[in-house]
Nanobody, 115 residues
Framework: QVQLVESGGGLVQAGGSLRLSCAAS????????RGWYRQAPGMQRELVAA???????NYADSVKGRFTISRDNAKNTVYLQMNSLKPEDTAVYYC?????????WGQGTQVTVSS
């Protein structure tokens, strides 16, 4: 099992920044992918950014150039730096890891961007 604890959400004005953190614990060996998803009200959950075990990254087109995913292996933590936030970025953000073909999810953290 892998446990994920997110932090860093909140309320910010458009154009502002937030940094989300996701600390992993438990059986964290051989985690293949770490990522962030988001879900706005009435919408499907969507991938925001992912970082693979080799260090490569992938971003949704809507956040490219504004968001950066990174990790600190010593702290077993993945981060999502969000800059130039827009009202349409408002959503619950979920941390996700894939280990041995199984998905694990955090509890979610609310990000609200006011116009």
């Amino acid at each position: 099992q892998v446990q994920l604890v997110e932090s860093g959400g909140g309320l910010v004005q458009a154009g502002g920044s937030l940094r989300l953190s996701c600390a992993a614990s438990g059986n964290i060996f051989s985690i293949n992918v770490r990522g962030w998803y988001r879900q706005a009200p009435g919408m499907q959950r969507e991938l925001v950014a992912a970082i693979f075990s080799g260090g490569s990254t992938n971003y949704a087109d809507s956040v490219k150039g504004r968001f950066t995913i990174s990790r600190d292996n010593a702290k077993n933590t993945v981060y999502l730096q969000m800059n130039s936030l827009k009202p349409e970025d408002t959503a619950v953000y979920y941390c996700n890891v894939i280990r041995a073909g199984k998905d694990y999810w955090g509890q979610g953290t609310q990000v609200t961007v006011s116009s």
